[in-house]
Every structure is written in structure tokens, then in C-alpha cells.
T-cell receptor, first 114, second 112 residues
Framework: GGIITQTPKFLIGQEGQKLTLKCQQN?????MYWYRQDSGKGLRLIYY???????QKGDLSEGYDASREKKSSFSLTVTSAQKNEMAVFLC?????????????FGEGSRLIVV | QQKVQQSPESLSVPEGGMASLNCTSS?????YFWWYRQHSGEGPKALM?????GDKKEGRFTAHLNKASLHVSLHIRDSQPSDSALYFC????????????FGLGTRVSVFP
């Protein structure tokens, strides 16, 4: 088995601030994902990466940057935090792409903007 | 429009009872379906996947897929308090890496 570790668990920042969330996985999976979970809106894909140094935009990428410098890690940056984007951010990984492969999620990081 | 739609939004089930959750897709490109469960304060965990028409049973959980109508269901037999959670239906296309598309979820509450 493996584990996905997200840090920090809670990230508190001010409006307009640049904030970064980190994710590490020890599954040795190729593909990693960042999702945003808002209450009542399900999970929406922000960015994904099919291999080291690869980045692909999801439906919700505006206002975010991502970085995949190592196979095991994937970080997400909120470029200018806004109060309406307080949500839980979920990192996931899969052995290949999502076509037929299960995604494994971390526990989530909650963003609070003051 | 939501590509994966779930019903009901919430469901209360007596302990020992049967919970039935439904999911319909509007995108005929979706070939693979999953049910995920999320307890409060945790990340979603995959319960089961279903890729072929018919039933798939894992313990107390049975999923059913009808590809012609793009309808997936999940039935939880002998519901336990630990089954109280948010359940998501998720789907993906053949040959695409770009993540799963999730429904908005069904909240299940099991009462004694």
C-alpha cells in the first residue's frame, strides 16, 4: 500500500496573497491530480500531471499554478487568494491515467482566506 | 450542465436496512465508473469500480451498470452507522488521463 500526504492541513492566508499547497505520494504512481471540493459542488479538477515536469490544465485552472518537479510530489499555488475560494483542496494519484485506473486521495488541505 | 448526476441528494436509512443510490451520466464517452465514499474530515476513498454491464458485488455493496442508459447504482445491504458518509459517483472516458468527473454526491445517514 501507499499513502498521500498533503501539507499543510489548514492554510490561512490574506486576500491577494500567494499560497502554496504541497502533496507527496509513495505509491510510485505516474499521474497526480489536484481537485477542489466546495460544499454542494462536488469535486472539480484544477490541474493534473501525467509524469514528472508535465502539467495539464483541468476545468478550474484559472487563478492557480502547479509544479511537478519530482515524480513523488505535486504542488499547487493559489496565485492571489480570494475569499470566495475557501474550499478543501484534494490531491490524488493513479498508476496511469484515470482511464480504468483508481484514483487515491489524500486527506485534503483546507484553505481559509481572511 | 453536470455530466454526472446523482440522486437522491441525501438519504436516511435505519441500521440494518438497504440504501440505494443512483447515478446517471449525460456523456456517452464515459466508459468507466466508480463509487467513492468520503467520511467527514477525510479524503474520498474508492469503494468499487464497475466497467461492464450488470452487477458487481463486494461484501455488503453491490453496484449495477447499464451502459445503454448510462445509469449506475449502488446498493448497501445491512447498513451500519459507519456507512454514514458522502458517496460520490465518478466516471472517466476511454484513453484519457484527465482525471475523473464527479457527481455532487449523496449524503447517507444511518440511524439506530
Amino acid at each position: 500500500g501507499g499513502i498521500i500526504t498533503q501539507t499543510p492541513k489548514f492554510l490561512i492566508g490574506q486576500e491577494g496573497q500567494k499560497l502554496t499547497l504541497k502533496c507527496q505520494q509513495n505509491f510510485n504512481h505516474d499521474t497526480m491530480y489536484w481537485y477542489r471540493q466546495d460544499s454542494g459542488k462536488g469535486l472539480r479538477l484544477i490541474y493534473y500531471s501525467i509524469t514528472e515536469n508535465d502539467l495539464q490544465k483541468g476545468d478550474l485552472s484559472e487563478g492557480y499554478d502547479a509544479s511537478r518537479e519530482k515524480k513523488s510530489s505535486f504542488s499547487l499555488t493559489v496565485t492571489s487568494a480570494q475569499k470566495n475560494e475557501m474550499a478543501v483542496f484534494l490531491c490524488a494519484s493513479s498508476i496511469g491515467g484515470s482511464s480504468g485506473n483508481t484514483l487515491y486521495f489524500g486527506e485534503g488541505s483546507r484553505l481559509i482566506v481572511v | 450542465q453536470q455530466k454526472v448526476q446523482q440522486s437522491p441528494e441525501s438519504l436516511s436509512v435505519p441500521e440494518g436496512g438497504m440504501a440505494s443510490l443512483n447515478c446517471t451520466s449525460s456523456d456517452r464517452n464515459f466508459q468507466y465508473f466508480w463509487w467513492y465514499r468520503q467520511h467527514s474530515g477525510e479524503g474520498p476513498k474508492a469503494l468499487m469500480s464497475i466497467f461492464s454491464d450488470g452487477d458487481k458485488k463486494e461484501g455488503r455493496f453491490t453496484a449495477h451498470l447499464n451502459k445503454a442508459s448510462l445509469h449506475v447504482s449502488l446498493h448497501i445491504r445491512d447498513s451500519q452507522p459507519s456507512d454514514s458518509a458522502l458517496y460520490f459517483c465518478a466516471a472517466s472516458e476511454f484513453g484519457y488521463a484527465q482525471g475523473l468527473t464527479f457527481g455532487l454526491g449523496t449524503r447517507v445517514s444511518v440511524f439506530p
